[in-house]
């Protein structure tokens, strides 16, 4: 049974930092592409970032360039993403997703994925 399990979210003051993790057991992680996506209040999910299974590619939304970054950790089966100098407009709950095929491309839309997490919520505020 695929299980997607994202960790790491929480309240942070503008400028800060999180870092959220993503574990998924049933799949061996570095075979497919995962990304990261989010959805605020009222809003459509749109796609964060995305690691595909060529080394050192990776997508990165514009309004998070420079700022976020996309890890896998292949002996923890983990991918991270590494979100500096916040904003509150990133707040919104966050979802890992994972593509099902394998040597899978880094894809932006909600149904190049196949497997999701609950979510976790990440609140930037003063």
């Known amino acids: 049974q695929v299980q997607i399990v994202e960790s790491g979210g929480g309240l942070v003051q503008p400028g800060g930092s999180l870092r959220l993790s993503c574990a998924a057991s049933?799949?061996?992680?570095?075979?497919?592409?995962i990304g990261w996506f989010r959805q605020a209040p009222g809003k459509e999910r749109e796609a964060v970032s995305c690691?595909?299974?060529?080394?050192?590619?990776?997508y990165y939304a514009d309004s998070v360039k420079g700022r976020f970054t996309i890890s896998r950790d292949n002996a923890k089966n983990m991918v991270s993403l590494q979100m500096n100098s916040l904003k509150p407009e990133d707040t919104a709950v966050y979802y890992c997703?994972?593509?099902?095929?394998?040597?899978?491309?880094?894809?932006?839309?909600?149904?190049?994925?196949?497997?999701w997490g609950q979510g976790t919520q990440v609140t930037v505020s003063s």
């Open positions: 997703a994972l593509d099902g095929g394998y040597g899978s491309s880094c894809g932006q839309s909600l149904y190049d994925y196949d497997y």
């Open positions: 049933g799949f061996t992680l570095d075979h497919h592409a």
């Open positions: 690691v595909s299974t060529i080394p050192g590619y990776a």
